[in-house]
């Protein structure tokens, strides 16, 4: 595995070719992902702890911004649900969060 950097990109990469390859559940799979790993990736820098995914993004709160918390909190509601197909109202989300970016 190269350094967290190259990881990201890999997997921002992937989620992307994902979307445009129409396959949003495996997009929704990847930013899950991507959001982990930037997350415990900054847990760790700060030393900063929590239980799970939200806690742990309610924990950056002295790091991160107001709107970027509020962002990764968004992944990671659209993330839980395991149902995500293409017909899905959270694989539409992404959809349209991912076009709303272009």
């Known amino acids: 595995m190269g350094t ?3 990881e990201v990109l ?3 990469r992937e989620m992307e070719l994902s979307i445009q ?3 949003y559940a495996l997009a929704i799979a990847k930013s899950r992902q991507l959001l982990e790993m930037m997350v415990d990736d900054l847990c760790q820098k700060y030393n900063v702890h929590g239980q799970d995914l939200s ?3 309610d924990a950056l709160s ?3 911004s107001f ?3 509020d962002h990764f909190h968004a992944i990671r509601k659209i993330t ?3 149902e995500n197909t293409p017909s899905s109202a959270n694989a539409l989300k992404a ?3 991912s076009t709303s970016r272009n």
């Open 4 to 6: 967290i950097h190259s």
């Open 10 to 12: 890999r997997l921002q």
């Open 21 to 23: 390859e129409k396959n």
């Open 55 to 57: 806690d742990r993004i």
């Open 62 to 64: 002295d790091i991160l």
């Open 67 to 69: 709107e970027t918390q």
């Open 80 to 82: 839980l649900n395991k």
């Open 95 to 97: 959809r349209t969060i």
